[in-house]
């Protein structure tokens, strides 16, 4: 079985997420961009990918810029490959 690492944000990456969780591939993690503030009343949204990231009850990462996720991503691929 494949193992993936997703990053996608929009709602343009909603079918591509769906068909990995349908098609039974491994998700190490989800990393999407941090909730924001959204429309007239600036209420704190999640990305579109987090909501069906929880839904699946997967692991989420939502780091505010990409090197900062650098750590997490070697610890998930030592998890995943079994490495120390």
């Given at each position: 079985m494949a193992k993936v690492?997703?990053?996608g944000t929009s709602h343009f990456?909603?079918?591509v997420l769906e068909g990995l969780v349908k098609n039974d591939y491994q998700i190490l993690a989800v990393i999407t961009?941090?909730?924001r503030p959204s429309?007239?009343?600036n209420q704190i949204t999640p990305p579109p990918v987090k909501e069906i990231a929880l839904k699946h009850?997967?692991?989420i990462l939502q780091p505010e810029k990409i090197s900062?996720?650098?750590k997490k991503l070697n610890e998930i691929e030592h998890k995943a490959t079994g490495e120390r």
């Open positions: 690492i997703f990053i990456a909603l079918p961009a941090p909730d429309g007239r009343k009850k997967l692991r900062e996720i650098e």
